[in-house]
């Protein structure tokens, strides 16, 4: 340690770590949150490595690829299953984070380039399911990529341009497959890792948010150092979180179906993964024309108007204790139960 430390210095780190301090009050519980996103992040790293020696994203080989990961790898369906397993626990997770920073304000000022690069994280968390979906290359996979990268073309103006840049061509081919395997193990990762830099650097620059109410009456919190005593309860967590998501990989692996046939009509009951269930429920509801564009086009601005305001939610809410503010916070819960109202909807 003390040759490493003379090189790269390291003890001010550790030092900086010591001198950290965690506040307790009754909302820390949400501030394991990030870290158990995180564990989810470098399990989702590590699986992936090991399934990228085995997977070939072309069209004729990708399906059977998976089928040997599955059959043949030793503890290819161990690994496979965790990979799907953690990349569900993770979006979870994140839900819970980016809702219990909306209700409890953690975006107020000065952290709202946290928020802002929080949800950017998010989008691009989502981006992996989407492009990792398509992957296997089976029926359903490759329908419920159709109808996904068919939404874009409501959009006005640039709506076709943008089915056609996601897909490769005018249909889902595998043009699509390598593309989006692309998108998945290179670019994705890119962005995710420079938005994770930023984001967890102001963390440490900011520290940890207190609640508006402490804020308020300017009373004293108990804090704790965040090395060794916050960073030890966190891993009891990520033991905990680590062994739910094996257990659940290894009784309930993902299944595989038959190689998609590209001319064989869609099967029915398509449906994207559970967390996309909700946006794709509010496209079904919206009737066939909306005045003087169709329902869908309507839909997707409005999705598009959700996700700036969301973006900009700590400049919208900037006087988190006023009565915006208090219409900021029942916006959460309304979401919350929109969501999950239309989730359930989706699969009756
Ligand atoms: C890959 C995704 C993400 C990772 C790995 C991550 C990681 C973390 C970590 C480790 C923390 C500090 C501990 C905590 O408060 O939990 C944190 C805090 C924070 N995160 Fe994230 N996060 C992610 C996504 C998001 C999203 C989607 C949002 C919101 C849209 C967000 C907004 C914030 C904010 C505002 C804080 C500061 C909270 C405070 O000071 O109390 N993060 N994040």
Redesign the pocket.
Known sequence: MSWLDERFGLSSVTQFLKNKLIPMHKHTI??????A??LF?VIQVLTGFILIFYYRPILEEANASVARIMTEVPLGWILRSVHSWSATF?IAL?FV??LS?WI?K??RRP?EL??M???M??I??LLFGFTGYLLPWDDLSFSATKVGTDIPRAIPIVGEWVTKLLRGGEDVTGDTLTRFFGIHVCILPIF?LVL?AV??YL?QK????IPLESEKSKKKLKEIPFWPNFVYREAVLWLILFGVCLTVAIFFPPSLEKAADLMAPAPEGIKPEWYFLFLFQTLKIFPARLLFISGETAAVLLIFLGIVLFFFLPVIDNKPEERKGKIVRASAYLFILYALILTVWSLL
Request: hydrophobic share 55%; with cysteine.
């Open positions: 949400w501030s394991y949150t990030g870290s996103i995180l992040f993770m994140l984070h980016l920073i409890n953690a975006y952290r946290t928020w690069t929080g949800v994280l998010f691009c968390s995710l994770l984001h967890v963390i900011l520290g940890m948010s």
